[in-house]
């Protein structure tokens, strides 16, 4: 198994940056990185995604405003947030999954993200 250990979520204003980091508690290769959130009342959603290849997804709502960046030898991804809409506000969970054999999934236990003025 791996663990995920996120940081960095808090309260910004509307217009506002925050960044979330996510790291690994061990390399695992061939493996796909990302974030997904969850609103209050809603399903979990994909927000970005980037394969260990560097193939980067991102939703269409934060495409142009959300960065997503991995470094394999650190075993992190960091999502980089810009122009926060008080949508935005969500939990936010780091994955990781691993879809060829041995197959793994796991994910963080969520950091709170509060765009609000």
């Known amino acids: 198994q791996v663990q995920l250990l996120e940081s960095g979520g808090g309260l910004v204003e509307p217009g506002g940056s925050l960044t979330l980091s996510c790291a690994a508690s061990r390399y695992i290769g061939a493996a796909t990185m990302g974030w997904f959130r969850q609103a209050p009342g809603k399903q979990r959603e994909l927000v970005a995604t980037?394969?260990?290849?560097?193939?980067?997804r991102y939703a269409d709502s934060v495409k142009d405003r959300f960065t997503i960046s991995r470094n394999n030898a650190k075993n992190t991804v960091e999502l980089q947030m810009n122009n926060l809409k008080p949508e935005d506000t969500a939990v936010y969970y780091c994955?990781?999954?691993?879809?060829?054999?041995?197959?793994?999934?796991?994910w963080g236990q969520g950091i709170q993200v509060t765009v609000s003025s």
């Open positions: 980037v394969t260990s290849g560097g193939t980067i």
């Open positions: 994955n990781l999954r691993r879809a060829v054999t041995p197959t793994i999934t796991s």
